[in-house]
Structure formats: structure tokens, C-alpha cells
């Protein structure tokens, strides 16, 4: 079965200080996609980053990074230079092929910038 | 493209009334998902289609709900009779097939049952 462990029910940074959020997953799968998600206090879910199981090298977009470890199946976010929209609820997910690319969440951090 | 449309976006019911909550996924999207959020329970995925048939179905809490997909373009999540422990956010997301896309959720639907 997949399985997706957040750790980290609440966590605090400073305003432009960099923020790791934890994320490890199990799959018996070789063939995966690792998915972060924010949601606001407005409700949305909102697409951030993605990696592949095959992929080479970590993902980046903006000042969102993945740090993919795939020996230790873990996906953590990085995000860098916090600001005080980046509070918010954030999620990780997979996606593996031997269960029909079906979408797993895991519990979610929830992240406040302090000003 | 709009995104993934859900209707309505509140609905306050009385218990053993039937809820029917839409979703209108985006074109060319071929995998449909339901989730459920709360805060005790999280997100909770409820059942996952994939062109137009439902692939699992485990989440789905008991017998009072169900959900179809008649077409490409419309699926449906039916209540009957709700209950009060059913109030919760429920989110239509869609996708392509692929271990390598994500998936795109709609607004949500906020579903009170007094």
C-alpha cells in the first residue's frame, strides 16, 4: 500500500528565512510522481512542484524546491526567502502506476510566517 | 480552460435530506477524484474514476453515498440521507492519467448538515 508521512503538524519561520517541510513516502513502485500542494486559508488547493521518481536532479520552481532523497523516500520542501502569504497549509502527495496513478495525501504542515 | 467547476460551493441541509454535489472536471482530463476535508480527518479520498469508471471506490464512507461519472464532463457525489458527522468540505479534482501529472482541484463544495 502507498503511504504518505507528514511529521510536522505545525512549524514557524522567521519572514525571509528559508522553511523545510518534511515529507516520506512508501511504495513498492520503481515508477512514481511526488506532488506538493498549498492551501490557504481560503480553501484552494494549489499545485507547487512536482518530482519524478527518475528524475536526476531535485525540482525547482521559483522559491519552491524539492529535495528529493530516494534512498531514504523522502520529498521535502524547501521553500526559500518565506513571506507571509506562504502561510498556509501544505500537503504532499504521490502518485504511483502499480495503484492506477491514483493520488495520496498525507496529513499536511501547517506553515506560519511570523513577520 | 475554467478548471474543475463544483456546485454548489455551500450547501446547509437538514439531516436525512439528499445533498447532490457536481463537478464539471477540465476537458481532456480522464481521471476524476472525490475527496472529503476535515479537520479531524484530513483529506480523505473518496473515489478515484478513470475514464469514467470507477477504479476505487474504498473511501467511500457507507452505503448513503455514491457518485457516477455519466460522461467525460460531469460526475456527480450523492448524500442520501445525510447525516450531521457529514459536514465537510468536499473537493472534485481531475486530471490527466500518468504518474506525472498533477491533479487539479476545484473550489470545493462547504456542505453543513444540521
Known amino acids: 500500500a502507498q503511504k504518505i508521512t507528514q511529521t510536522q503538524p505545525g512549524m514557524f519561520v522567521q519572514e525571509k528565512e528559508a522553511v523545510t517541510l518534511d515529507c516520506t513516502y512508501d511504495?513498492?513502485?520503481?515508477?512514481?510522481?511526488l506532488f506538493w500542494y498549498k492551501q490557504p486559508s481560503s480553501g484552494e488547493m494549489i499545485f507547487l512542484i512536482y518530482?519524478?521518481?527518475?528524475?536526476?536532479q531535485n525540482a525547482t520552481e521559483g522559491r519552491y524546491s524539492l529535495n528529493f532523497q530516494k534512498a531514504r523516500k523522502s520529498a521535502n520542501l524547501v521553500i526559500s526567502a518565506s513571506q507571509l502569504g506562504d502561510s498556509a497549509m501544505y500537503f504532499c502527495?504521490?502518485?504511483?502506476?502499480?495503484?492506477?496513478?491514483?493520488?495520496?495525501f498525507g496529513t499536511g504542515t501547517s506553515l506560519t510566517v511570523i513577520p | 480552460d475554467a478548471g474543475v467547476i463544483q456546485s454548489p460551493r455551500h450547501e446547509v441541509t437538514e439531516m436525512g435530506q439528499e445533498v447532490t454535489l457536481r463537478c464539471k472536471p477540465i476537458?481532456?482530463?480522464?481521471?476524476l477524484f472525490w475527496y472529503r476535508q476535515t479537520m479531524m480527518r484530513g483529506l480523505e479520498l473518496l473515489i478515484y474514476?478513470?475514464?469514467?469508471?470507477?477504479?476505487?471506490d474504498s473511501g467511500m464512507p457507507e452505503d448513503r453515498f455514491s457518485a457516477k461519472m455519466p460522461n467525460a464532463s460531469f460526475s456527480t457525489l450523492k448524500i442520501q440521507p445525510s447525516e450531521p458527522r457529514d459536514s465537510a468540505v468536499y473537493f472534485c479534482?481531475?486530471?490527466?492519467?500518468?504518474?506525472?501529472?498533477?491533479?487539479?482541484f476545484g473550489q470545493g463544495t462547504r456542505l453543513t448538515v444540521v
Open positions: 479534482a481531475s486530471s490527466l492519467s500518468g504518474r506525472n501529472t498533477e491533479a487539479f
Open positions: 511504495t513498492s513502485d520503481p515508477s512514481y510522481g
Open positions: 518530482q519524478g521518481s527518475y528524475d536526476q
Open positions: 502527495a504521490m502518485r504511483a502506476s502499480n495503484t492506477g496513478n491514483q493520488f495520496y
Open positions: 476537458s481532456g482530463h480522464n481521471s
Open positions: 474514476f478513470n475514464n469514467n469508471v470507477p477504479i476505487d
